[in-house]
């Protein structure tokens, strides 16, 4: 039997198929004149044009693009409350459907569900909701953005239902999600942190720092032991399957939305930031970034890039149910929140309230801050796809991997969506 990821070359490929040509963007490094062809759900071939064998493809369909166009991996967000009208944290599995089809629909073939701090029985009912999701294949889990969360730095998260690290309510959690619980946010300053760490490594639940008000060394403290978990988890897995390393083995703790939520960096007091970006340059953690130009300064985007490297940036959304929709009145969870100039904020205080871009739309600002393609799409795709250990799947375009895949025009505008080798978004004719 040949190797799944080395399919037989020489046999034709029968079953849907599919080819796109254009330049192939993966895995940092980009390619022109390449092709990529899909067979039953699958890519078959993703390389040059010259090592393409078309006779092997007689019946596959060439989706064209539009010149100058790009073929990336399908998007990765690791943060994302909704969109389309639908928010995640509303426990409505009809709107949260219309989410995730809008998302798929725009380049963001695997996400995680984020929900927001509310009370332990709204929680565990979302998480509920979500598993289904999971279960049926729609979402890769849920991200639990609270309620272990520092009252300093609440941003829009409700502080009545903020508190301390709590194994109960924890393991309740763990429990409603039933293995699709994935990473969750907290703040390594409160009270039971460590042993909040600890348990949700033990779980597979990858520890994500933020909305804190911890000084750099208790950062720093957090987050190599979360790293230290995740390494022991990952090396005792090793060993019951006979010590063969595999996918997922790298997995580290990340950052929630760096900069945001969380004291800025001063020369004097150097807090969370300083102490992020040093563990990020030595690859012990990965930062997320929400590049929309709202969160961040462009400027900000590409000198983190600069500073820590690609490989170590997850590109975020933090998308709310207004993605998609003109601006207006909405909600993230349970907290009232206007829009105005596609900016989401809270109407009780002006806080910013999550953001309204799409993952494609902040790869593409993330471009335009000076970053280039390569990085910005490794950020969105391959990166956040190790955090969820499914680099052997999703992430890279590669022979023998499921046939998620964008392709963009010149300016990074949607042209195609495949999600599972099935066209969700068809180029224009």
Request: proline content about 8%.
């Given at each position: 039997m040949p190797d799944a990821h080395r399919p037989d070359t020489h046999e034709p490929v029968v079953g849907s198929a599919y080819i796109l040509a254009g330049t192939l963007i993966s895995d940092g490094a980009a390619t022109a004149d390449s092709v990529v062809a899909v067979?039953?759900?699958?890519?078959?071939?993703a390389g040059p044009r010259s090592g393409f064998d078309a006779a092997r493809f007689p019946v596959a369909e060439e989706l064209k693009l539009p010149p100058g166009s790009s073929i990336l991996p399908g998007l990765v967000d690791l943060h994302c409350h909704g969109a389309a009208g639908g928010g995640f944290?509303?426990?409505?599995?009809?709107?949260?459907?219309?989410a995730v089809s809008f998302l798929h629909r725009n380049g963001t073939t695997t996400l995680l569900a984020s929900l927001v701090t509310a009370?332990?029985?709204?929680?565990?009912r979302g998480?509920?909701?979500?598993?289904?999701?999971?279960?049926e294949g729609l979402i890769a889990g849920i991200h639990s953005e609270?309620?272990?969360l520092a009252q300093a730095r609440c941003g829009a998260q409700d502080p009545q239902w903020l508190r301390a690290p709590d194994p109960d309510l924890l393991r309740r959690l763990l429990d409603a999600a039933g293995g699709t619980l994935k990473t969750m946010t907290y703040a390594p300053e409160l009270p039971g942190a460590d042993g909040l760490v600890s348990m949700l490594a033990a779980n597979g639940v990858t520890p994500s720092l933020g909305h804190t008000d911890a000084d750099a060394q208790t950062t720093v403290d957090s987050l190599t032991s979360a790293a230290a978990s995740l390494r022991a988890r990952a090396g005792a897995l090793n060993a019951t399957n006979s010590g063969a390393s595999g996918p997922g083995t790298g997995r580290r703790?990340?950052?929630?939305?760096l900069f945001n939520g969380m004291p800025p960096l001063h020369h004097r007091s150097p807090g969370p930031v300083a102490a992020c970006l040093r563990l990020a340059a030595q690859g012990t953690v990965a930062v997320e970034l929400i590049g929309d130009g709202v969160h961040l300064d462009p400027a900000t985007v590409r000198m983190v890039f600069e500073l820590v490297g690609a490989g170590n940036v997850v590109l975020v959304t933090d998308s709310m149910a207004a993605t998609g929709l003109p601006d207006?009145?909405?909600?993230?969870?349970?907290?009232?929140?206007v829009v105005r100039d596609g900016v989401a904020a809270l109407k009780s205080n002006g806080a910013l309230a999550g953001g309204t871009a799409t993952l494609l739309e902040v790869v593409r600002r993330t471009i335009g801050a000076g970053v280039s393609p390569a990085d910005a799409v490794k950020s969105a795709t391959l990166v956040p796809a190790k955090i969820l250990g499914l680099e052997a799947e999703i992430g890279s375009l590669k022979a023998g991997m499921r046939a998620d895949i964008v392709a963009v025009d010149a300016d990074f505008g949607l042209a195609a969506v495949l999600r599972g080798g099935q066209p969700l978004a068809r180029p224009a004719s």
């Open positions: 067979a039953d759900g699958r890519i078959a071939y944290p509303t426990g409505d599995s009809h709107a949260c459907r219309d009370s332990g029985q709204e929680l565990v998480v509920g909701v979500l598993r289904q999701l999971a279960d609270g309620p272990f703790p990340t950052v929630t939305h207006g009145d909405y909600a993230l969870g349970p907290a009232a929140v």
